[in-house]
């Protein structure tokens, strides 16, 4: 039984199967991770929708911002852009299936045996264990009732970029949602910074990524990101993954094999293009 642990995909699917078949995955016995963002800009979204699907419970699962984007597309609240190739989905026979099954996947994994926390983005410097798990299921629970289109139609906006308990109703959620599927950077007392998307070294001070500032968190975990794939998979700290390697962009997909610490990867069959 292995669990492995997969970068953002975006709509590649070519290059999740051909990663998998690298370490012969096995969905009756080993459980893959995902860390958001499994459809948009890549060509084949909808492919890679079904198959995570038809992997059932051996497929765990946080929502990226494109997914949360893809959401608005559907609900007729953003904008399709050409960019992020998602026609054949919506226009899909099973559309209205795959996106309601999306909807109703959390926003934060957690495995206390193991000792992994799985956020698209990340956890926010200000929050503990608790708090995120709370947060996480506060989004969750709109996402996954018949009213998230009010939620959708909320969610877009940089404030607050402050947490407090006594953050309420919409606020309080667009706050957990930039936190879990958007957040790079923080300053250094914790506020959300939602503009710069730049590597680190070259971020305006005061920022800090947000995985610089964590004291909140139980240290015996480890955590696993997407999100920021300028960051190629390095410069964080020794218990933090980021794993997404710019597939999208003609980079890599990567795979992290959790019971042999070891990475596996898989280039890109597309040209690098960051339009």
Same mark, same amino acid.
């Given at each position: 039984m292995s669990t492995y642990l997969i970068g953002d995909v975006h709509g590649c699917y070519h290059e999740l199967r051909a990663l998998l078949e690298q370490v012969n995955f096995d969905p009756q016995k080993d459980t893959?991770?995902?860390? @958001? /963002?499994? %459809? !948009?800009? @890549?060509? /084949?979204?909808?492919q %890679?929708? #079904?198959y995570v699907k038809s992997l059932g419970s051996a497929a765990k +699962? %946080?929502?990226g911002n494109h997914d949360l984007h893809l959401l608005g597309i559907y609900c007729k609240i953003s904008r399709n852009k050409p960019k992020d190739h998602l026609d054949e989905l919506l226009n899909a026979p099973d559309a209205d299936e795959l996106i309601n099954w999306l909807r109703k996947q959390p926003l934060l994994q957690v495995d206390e045996d193991k000792? +992994? +926390?799985? !956020?698209? !983005? @990340?956890i926010t410097p200000q929050w503990d264990l608790d708090t995120a798990r709370m947060c996480a299921r506060e989004v969750e629970s709109v996402l996954s009732s018949d009213a998230y289109p009010l939620? +959708? /139609? !909320?969610?877009?906006g940089d404030m607050p970029n402050n947490w407090s308990e006594s953050l309420m109703g919409l606020p309080r959620l667009r706050f957990s949602t930039n936190a879990l599927t958007r957040m790079r950077y923080c300053f250094p007392h914790g506020q959300l910074d939602m503009l710069c998307k730049e590597s680190p070294s070259k971020a305006p001070s005061p920022l800090k990524p947000w995985f610089s500032l964590l004291t909140k968190l139980p240290q015996e975990y480890s955590i696993f990101f997407g999100h920021w794939a300028s960051l190629e998979g390095k410069h964080t700290p020794e218990n933090v993954y980021g794993l997404d390697t710019g597939c999208c962009w003609g980079g890599n997909l990567t795979l992290f094999h959790w019971?042999?610490?070891?990475?596996? #990867?898989?280039?890109?069959?597309?040209?690098?293009?960051k339009d």
């Open positions: 893959l991770w995902l860390t @958001g /963002d499994l %459809v !948009a800009r @890549g060509p /084949d979204s909808l %890679v929708l #079904r +699962i %946080v929502l000792k +992994i +926390i799985m !956020a698209h !983005a @990340g939620f +959708i /139609d !909320a969610m877009y019971e042999e610490k070891q990475y596996y #990867r898989q280039k890109s069959q597309l040209k690098r293009n």
